[in-house]
């Protein structure tokens, strides 16, 4: 993904290129793949912090260290998983952007 974000940069910053219909039907293919990515992401990422809150919730009640243990592991992959969808949301985001601007070179 950043690889292409910064192919993507390059063309940008040249404002001209003679396939430039290509480059956005390109483009577009990728954002839908990394949409695609970014839903998968979210959908985990939701689950991960729906387990998190439903043992952190029941551990208050009913304090065992399997529980407490369980909701560390929870935490701990919630943690990068959080991290990992916010650079998902702003790398597509930005994605949107740069087809802005493909736009306007054509």
Do not use: C, W
């Amino acid at each position: 993904m950043k690889e292409h974000i910064k192919e993507i940069d390059e063309i940008i910053k040249e404002k001209r290129n003679k396939d430039i219909d290509k480059i956005i039907n390109d483009h577009l293919i990728k954002i839908k793949f990394y949409q695609h990515e970014r839903l998968v992401h979210f959908l985990v990422t939701m689950l991960f912090a729906l387990m998190f809150l439903i043992t952190f919730l029941y551990s208050l009640n009913n304090i065992s260290f399997g529980i407490i243990i369980l909701d560390i592991m929870f935490f701990v992959l919630l943690v990068p998983y959080i991290f990992h969808y916010y650079n998902l949301e702003n790398s597509v985001q930005y994605m949107y952007k740069q087809y802005d601007e493909l736009k306007k070179i054509k």
